[in-house]
């Protein structure tokens, strides 16, 4: 498992002081003295962060209490030289989010206005203990914690992300599967009168926006449902206030703002699969060596990158996460399940 869980027994005292692995944003700000000890411990590479350049985010309280109590508690290795942090202007402005519009900085432009509290989740289906829950319910259980992720788009661009948020995990277990669940189906919102993308008459995209995992891809401990990045809550742009990250996969299958999620028998079929199943598939694993019918996925454009300096890298096996989910995969052909 390449989680690295930094415990106050896995740090010698010379080290770090225990509460150094609580986090709260103005640690971040003040300096990192006491983390980047931690960080080292865990094999992690950038000890240098720093969110000083982040704009404060305007959490309401709940949140900002969760946020300032995250964890310190996970974090994935990383290449000092390729794996540094993408500036908060590339991962807040260089976005897919078509609710928005198609372009690169419709995100950013078109969703600021998007009214995110209250927000309720409807947990349904195989399920002993669904219902709709309020977001502050749904998270209250889990503690926080940053998870530093590669996101590596289909459209071979790829940043490098910290996100806060909690394991979907926890939330799966207690919704109390049945024993009939077998996959998860997510959904975003759909109000085309804050949504410009959804009053489109090109929009490809048969809304909702649905994506889906199988259960056990998404009871890894990778998985995450994110509630921010960068020490703060996620701008809209981003998928506010709630958002998939399962970091193996390409982009799309990482589903923004979510308002359903519901435990099923059979698998589902996510909205880029209906748009085009012979260029994207419901597993969606980063796959160097199964290009997609119109361009190589052996390499990437790692963000922040130029035109003179494209930053052209290897895409790797699972982006990178062979270690910890290879083994879901035993004996697929992963040619046949793109
Ligand atoms: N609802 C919804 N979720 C979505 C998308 C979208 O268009 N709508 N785009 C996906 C794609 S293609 C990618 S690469 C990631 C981008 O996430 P980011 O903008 O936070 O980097 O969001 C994914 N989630
Ligand atoms: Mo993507």
């Known amino acids: 498992m390449l989680i690295k ?26 300096g990192m003295a006491g983390l980047g000890a931690g960080l080292a411990l865990a094999g992690q590479a950038n000890a240098s962060a720093d969110y000083a350049d982040v704009p404060d985010g305007d959490a309401p309280g709940w949140l900002q209490e969760k946020i300032d109590a995250t964890r310190w508690q996970a974090v994935t290795p990383s290449d000092p030289e390729k794996d540094k942090l993408a500036p908060y202007d590339d991962a807040s402005g260089y976005n897919n989010f078509y609710e928005f519009g198609s372009g690169k900085s419709d995100p950013s432009r078109h969703a600021g206005s998007l009214e995110t509290q209250p927000w309720s989740v409807v947990v349904d289906g195989e399920v002993n203990n669904g219902g709709r829950i309020g977001l502050e319910d749904l998270a209250r259980p889990s503690q926080f914690e940053e998870r530093i992720y590669r996101l590596r788009c289909v459209e071979a661009w790829s940043m490098v992300i910290p996100w806060l948020g909690i394991p979907l995990a926890e939330v799966i277990k207690r919704a109390e599967p049945t024993s009939k669940a077998r996959y998860v189906r997510f959904e975003t919102l759909v109000d085309p009168e804050q949504m410009p993308g959804q009053r489109s008459s090109f929009s490809l995209i048969d809304w909702p926006y649905v994506e889906g995992l199988r259960l056990d891809e998404a009871m890894h401990p990778l998985t995450l449902l994110a509630l921010g990045m960068y020490g703060r809550e996620l701008p809209n742009q981003n998928g506010a206030p709630l958002r998939l990250v ?14 359903r999620i519901s435990l099923v028998a059979e698998q589902p079929v996510n909205s880029w699969q209906q748009i085009a199943p012979d260029e994207y598939g419901f597993y969606a694993n980063v796959n160097p060596q199964v290009d997609h019918p119109r361009w190589s996925q052996a390499t ?18 699972f982006n990178g996460y062979a270690d910890d989910v290879a083994e879901l995969y035993a004996g697929l052909d992963l040619r046949v399940n793109y």
């Open 5 to 30: 869980i930094a415990r106050p027994g896995d740090l010698h005292e010379s080290d770090v002081t225990p509460e150094s692995i609580y986090l709260s944003r103005r640690r971040f700000m003040g």
């Open 246 to 259: 399962v970091p193996w996969k390409y982009g799309f299958k990482s589903i923004k703002s979510i308002v």
């Open 300 to 317: 990437e454009r790692r963000l922040p990158n130029s035109l003179f300096s494209p930053n052209t890298i290897d895409t790797q096996m």
